[in-house]
Each structure stands twice: as structure tokens, then as C-alpha cells.
Nanobody, 125 residues
Framework: QVQLVESGGGLVQAGGSLKLSCAAS????????MGWFRQAPGKERDFVAS????????YDADSVKGRFTISRDNAKNTVYLQMKSLKPEDTAVYYC??????????????????WGQGTQVTVSS
């Protein structure tokens, strides 16, 4: 059974930092591209960042460019999202997902086969 488990969310003040983790089981992430998405209350789930099989290619949404960094440790079967200079508009539930194509530039939700349950990030002003 495939599981993606996000952790590291919480409450932080604007300008602060958080690092999210996504630990996979039942799936070897080296065979997948990985992505982070987020969903704010009453809004659609939006792309945040994605990374290719071995991390050679990453792609970020314009809204997080220069502030968020996606990375992966295939030996630990874990993907990360380092978030800095957080803003109140970054408040959302953050989800990780696995894409069997392995490509790094994958902003489309429909390309991802497996999803985690999400972790809440709240940024106070």
C-alpha cells in the first residue's frame, strides 16, 4: 500500500520559515517525479513545486519562486519543501504527490498518481 505522509506544518509568523517533509512507503520515490501542491480554504488545489527523479530539474510556481525550495533524498525516500519569507497568503494545506513520469516540470494535478493527506501551514500577519 502506497503512503505519502507529510509533516512539518504549523503556525508561523509572516517572514518566518518552515520545512515540510514527505515520507513515502510502499513506493520507491527514485522512480517518480515528486510535487508539492497547496489548497487554501474555498480555493482550488494549486501547484507549488516539482522535482525530477534525481533532482536535476526543479520547477516552481511564480508565487513561491525565490522563497521555496523543493529537494529530495532518495536514500531516505523523502521529499522536502523548504519555505522561507512566508506570507499570510501561503496559508493552506500542503500536499505532496508522486508522478510516474519522473519529469521535473509537472504543474498539472492530473499527472500525479499518489497523494498524501496534507499538512496545515498557517502564516499569521
Amino acid at each position: 500500500q502506497v503512503q505519502l505522509v507529510e509533516s512539518g506544518g504549523g503556525l508561523v509568523q509572516a517572514g518566518g520559515s518552515l520545512k515540510l517533509s514527505c515520507a513515502a512507503s510502499g513506493l520507491t520515490i527514485s522512480g517518480y517525479g515528486m510535487g508539492w501542491f497547496r489548497q487554501a480554504p474555498g480555493k482550488e488545489r494549486d501547484f507549488v513545486a516539482s522535482i525530477s527523479w534525481y533532482g536535476s530539474t526543479t520547477y516552481d510556481a511564480d508565487s513561491v519562486k525565490g522563497r521555496f525550495t523543493i529537494s529530495r533524498d532518495n536514500a531516505k525516500n523523502t521529499v522536502y519543501l523548504q519555505m522561507k519569507s512566508l506570507k499570510p497568503e501561503d496559508t493552506a494545506v500542503y500536499y505532496c504527490a508522486a508522478d510516474p513520469s519522473g519529469l521535473g516540470r509537472r504543474p498539472d494535478l492530473g499527472r500525479y498518481d499518489y497523494w498524501g493527506q496534507g499538512t496545515q501551514v498557517t502564516v499569521s500577519s
